[in-house]
């Protein structure tokens, strides 16, 4: 096995996706060491499944700094303490924008899930986006994460059916049974070195090469 890559995973919410890295490295035996588990927000349900796993977790609240730089900064002194300075930085339901100046920083080494075929649909609400636009399809992306909003290098992707009286919530639920299964992959690829970013050129590489649109998908046993 690759020698595990030092992960932090920075959460706000639920920490579902958390859980299904946390799974997967154990049941899988991924190359993944979860390091640290970093809260926004002290009531995240996230903490507690970090905890049951014998993660270490750190609370940062964004109300306690004074401005985006302040509590970016913390951040970055929580991640560098534990993960050193290679670890891998997932964001997983994480629901605060980083400044330019974290991003660059992090670069090559950040990652992100978003609910939805990127470049289709960045930033919030987009189940019912896709609902309202009569989308047949949608899915999850795994991304670099760059300065612009949803917009990062795309690691690997799962697509969805839409399904006849879908509403955004069970459209949703199914998103994210996918995201369960594509986040740990995509992470799995960075780890074992075959997908990297090109920070210069914003791309991503597998062995070494632009990645294929082929490559960047996931195929997802039929739900
Ligand atoms: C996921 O849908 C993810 O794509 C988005 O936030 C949600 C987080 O869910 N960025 P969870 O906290 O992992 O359950």
Same mark, same amino acid.
């Given at each position: 096995m690759a020698e595990a890559l030092p992960v932090v995973v920075l959460i706000s919410g639920n920490g579902s996706n958390l859980q299904a890295i946390i799974d997967a490295t154990r049941e899988q035996r991924l190359p993944l060491d979860i390091r640290l588990v970093v809260s926004n927000r002290p009531e995240a349900y996230g903490l507690a499944r970090a905890r049951a796993a014998g993660i270490p977790?750190?609370?940062?609240?964004?109300?306690?700094?004074?401005?985006?730089?302040?509590?970016?900064?913390?951040?970055?002194t929580a991640i560098d303490e534990y993960g050193g300075p290679n670890a891998l930085v997932v964001l997983a339901g994480f629901m605060r924008i980083l400044t330019d100046e974290f991003v660059n920083h992090y670069r090559g080494r950040l990652v992100n899930i978003h609910p939805s075929l990127l470049?289709?649909?960045?930033?919030?609400?987009?189940?019912?986006?896709?609902?309202?636009?009569?989308?047949?399809?949608?899915?999850?992306? !795994? *991304?670099?994460?760059?300065?612009? /909003?949803?917009?990062?290098?795309?690691? %690997?992707? #799962?697509?969805?059916? +839409?399904?006849?009286?879908?509403?955004?919530?069970?459209?949703?639920?199914? !998103? *994210?049974?996918?995201?369960?299964? /594509?986040?740990?992959?995509?992470?799995? %690829?960075? #780890?074992?070195?075959? +997908?990297?970013?090109d920070t210069e050129n914003n791309l991503t590489l597998w062995n070494d090469q632009p990645a294929t649109?082929?490559?960047?998908?996931?195929?997802?046993?039929?739900?």
């Open positions: 977790t750190r609370v940062i609240d964004h109300h306690d700094h004074a401005d985006r730089a302040d509590f970016d900064g913390a951040l970055a470049p289709k649909y960045k930033g919030l609400n987009t189940h019912a986006r896709v609902l309202a636009a009569g989308e047949r399809e949608s899915g999850a992306t !795994v *991304h670099f994460v760059t300065p612009a /909003l949803d917009d990062g290098p795309i690691i %690997l992707q #799962a697509r969805v059916p +839409v399904k006849a009286g879908d509403t955004p919530e069970r459209l949703a639920q199914r !998103v *994210h049974a996918a995201e369960h299964l /594509l986040y740990p992959r995509a992470l799995t %690829l960075i #780890a074992q070195g075959t +997908v990297r970013m649109p082929e490559q960047q998908q996931l195929d997802l046993p039929a739900a």
